[in-house]
């Protein structure tokens, strides 16, 4: 027990399993989530009953979208079979030290340690020299028993034997490759196990790495971007890393993958070309008082989690992977998971990243998906408002890493993220996101959007409309701090329309979109479809290459107001189609009105009315003038109601009051009340708008003389 003043206990033990608060409460306010049902069997039934309709829509939605190859690639994984714990840190036991043999170095880096602490630096520097090692590898390697700690003396550790030229075999191995690098068996990775490692652990049970600095930062692994993963733990059941730092790697500072407990606790993760810390197919997990920042994709990367609980409701009985008490800042998400399924994430701070924290169900190879049930609760979002994507204009990001800055604060952004957004929500089911403070984000505080299973390579039609159902967000501090100082949002609350049974709890301050968007505890709607310039933005926006430096054209995803406290009014592809309809829509009725031989009052008034719709759904194409969509389409329908005497046939006037009747019944759905329909009255609106335009034109091509008026 020599070593407990300086390796007491932090946390009580039994404080590691996820302690839930009373849901008794939450059960009270939205009942119906306790007990829905698994949402792919929500959307099997209904489409059961509209397959006809759903399947030549969703069609038409995902032609939209590329085929969008992930930026993780990994071998086939298995869930862990849920039998571990989450470790508990020792105090006590096996142990082995490491440190560097320069005791000049090491008297000067330990002069400002507290007296204890720098006394027990100095009894396990004599040791460490007498018997110990002087990189972190080979201590791994000597590893005997299940239980062995390795101490870490403060110093810089570039593991140099892992950067020697390896074997032949380890050069040519039967592996396919993806975007740069091979994918390894696990057999493969153990055999050779610096083709992509600084170190690697495998199979090593229980076991704890600690460095015995002051802070992290007195004990760094430097990948110097010469290797993948600067620490791999692969099948490390009970690993537990604690109190150093993993830096510069081409991918993750810290990588854990199938591994039934570990913990990450007090270890920085920074400036990695992709994740600070990443778990992949894992459970048990535990990420506590860890650092992010620097990192081109995301600070905590807890993706393709064990899926413990994909048939249950919003009440479950543990999680698998705990996120508590982080800071990830000043990457460009602190927080993602793609297949984040089953996270707990609560008391952290996302802030100054370029967009806050994302979970999705975009991408193929993780298991899990589509991605369920993350609880986000107490944690603070804010000011992620970075834009790092001005490095991938001028070039620095294609320079050789070494050269770009990295340690300087330049980022790279890995993938395309919306400049301004707190929490993005891509395809996800059964996430309640409660009592977080969302404030300073200057796009979008929270918003959610569907994906199609094509994107994940899954192209069953049952996964077409499999995500984006049951997600709830409630008491969340909108727009304000903790401290009660105001911060808006841009926009706080977005939707694009689709999924069933989702609510949000709002304040009456709040700025959400659609304005009619579904209040707990109803939440019940069932729309199978996104908003069709949702959906055109997103597969339009998913073009962004960082390896090509392609930014695509019409997507105002990667700029940022002109000044500080301005307002940005940027153009994006949204803005198209009701330009189109502008220009279309006024040529038309024009020569309508001339062929009619009667333009009066009600045929100029249509003209007007139709022109004032149009320019004010071409305003509401930009972010901040959003709300003048249901107002433009009512205006719009009123054009259209006006029109009908124009009309030069009769079957053309009862299309042209049918538009005007959707058009208006579309501004009620935008703006007052959801209507119970399985598609947005938008898509019916556009599509007999298309018709009408088509058969307009033929008309009037076929008719050189005035036509008698429709009746």
């Given amino acids: 027990m020599w070593a407990e003043p300086l390796y007491r206990m932090i946390y009580d033990p039994d404080g590691r399993s996820p302690k839930m ?3 008794a409460d939450w059960e009270a306010l939205i009942p119906d989530a306790f007990t829905a049902p698994e949402p792919r069997a929500i959307v099997a039934r209904v489409m059961r009953r509209r397959r006809i309709l759903f399947v030549g829509i969703a069609a038409a939605a995902m032609a939209l979208w590329p085929l969008v190859a992930g930026a993780h690639y990994e071998r086939p994984t298995h869930f862990p079979d849920g039998t571990g714990s989450v470790p508990v840190y020792r105090t006590s036991g096996t142990h082995l030290v490491v440190c560097k043999d320069d005791l000049a170095d090491f008297t000067n880096r330990i002069a400002a340690f507290p007296a204890e ?5 100095f009894r396990l520097y004599s ?11 080979a201590a791994v390697d000597h590893v005997n028993n299940s239980g062995t700690t390795i101490f870490v003396l403060p110093g810089v550790y570039l593991e140099e034997p892992s950067l020697a030229p390896e074997a032949d075999s380890c050069r040519h191995m039967d592996a396919p490759v993806k975007v740069g690098y091979q994918i390894l068996s696990y057999e493969q990775q153990k ?18 790495i600690e460095g015995t600095g002051a802070s992290p930062s007195d004990v760094i692994f430097d990948a110097q971007f010469q290797k993948l993963n600067v620490i791999r733990g692969d ?9 150093f730092t993993a830096q510069r790697s081409t991918f993750n500072a810290v990588y854990v993958l199938e591994a039934d407990g570990f913990v990450v606790d007090k270890v920085v993760g920074r400036w990695n070309v992709e994740y600070g810390f990443l778990s992949f197919a894992s459970d048990h997990g535990l990420f506590t008082r860890c650092e992010a920042y620097g990192n081109g994709d995301a600070g905590v990367y807890p993706g393709g989690t064990s899926d413990i609980n994909h048939s249950r409701g919003v009440d479950v009985p543990r999680y698998a992977i705990e996120v508590t008490a982080c800071h990830s800042h000043d990457n460009t998400l602190g927080y993602s998971g793609t297949g984040g399924d089953s996270n707990w994430v609560h008391d952290n701070e996302f802030d100054h990243n370029t967009g806050g924290a994302s979970m999705d169900s975009l991408f193929p190879n993780h298991p899990g998906l589509p991605q369920n049930h993350a609880l986000f609760e107490h944690n603070l979002i804010h000011s992620n408002n970075a834009n790092y994507y001005g490095y991938v204009r001028d070039g620095t990001c294609t320079r050789p890493f070494l050269q770009r800055g990295i340690e300087k604060g330049v980022v790279c952004p890995a993938t395309f993220v919306p400049v301004g957004t707190g929490v993005l929500v ?11 403070w969302v404030y300073d984000n200057w796009k979008i505080g929270i918003v959610q959007t569907w994906v199609p299973g094509l994107l994940r390579e899954d192209n069953r039609l049952s996964s077409q409309g499999d995500t984006s159902h049951y997600n709830r967000y409630l008491d969340n501090h909108m727009g304000a701090s903790a401290a009660g100082e105001r911060l808006p949002n841009g926009i706080d609350f977005f939707w694009d329309g689709e999924g069933t049974g989702n609510c949000w709890q709002t304040a009456g301050t709040d700025v959400v979109q659609p304005l009619a968007i579904p209040a707990c505890p109803a939440g019940n709607q069932h729309r199978f479809i996104a908003d069709p310039n949702t959906a055109v933005l997103f597969a339009v926006c998913s073009g962004y290459d960082l390896a090509k430096q392609a930014f695509p054209a019409g997507c105002d995803w990667f700029d940022t107001p002109p000044r500080p406290g301005s307002v940005g009014f940027s153009a994006n592809i949204e803005i198209v189609a009701p330009a189109v309809q502008l220009v279309a829509l006024l040529l038309l009725g024009v020569l309508l009105v001339r062929r009619s031989g009667r333009p009066g009052l009600l045929s100029l008034a249509a003209l007007v009315l139709a022109g004032v719709g149009s320019v004010l759904l071409v305003a509401a194409s930009l972010n901040q003038l959003y709300y003048l969509a249901a107002p433009g389409i009512a205006v719009l329908g009123l054009g259209w109601l006006a029109a009908v005497r124009v009309m030069p046939t009769e079957r ?3 299309l042209t009051l049918l538009l005007g009747v959707v058009a208006l019944l579309e501004a009620v759905d935008a703006a007052i009340l959801l209507i119970p329909l399985p598609i947005g009255p938008v898509w019916i609106r556009v599509i007999l708008e298309l018709v009408w335009i088509v058969w307009s034109a033929a008309v009037l091509v076929r008719s050189p003389r005035s036509p008698r008026l429709a009746a």
């Fill in 127 to 137: 040791e460490c020299i007498d018997s110990g090692f002087r990189y972190l590898q």
């Fill in 235 to 243: 099948r490390t059941s009970g690993l537990y890393l604690r109190n």
């Fill in 426 to 436: 891509i395809g996800g089911n059964y996430n309640v996101f409660r009592d977080n």
């Fill in 652 to 654: 053309l006037a009862v």
């Fill in 21 to 23: 608060r009373r849901l």
């Fill in 117 to 121: 602490l720098k006394d027990l630096n």
């Fill in 191 to 208: 055999t050779c196990p610096h083709q992509q490692n600084l170190v690697g652990i495998f199979g090593i049970k229980d076991l704890q």
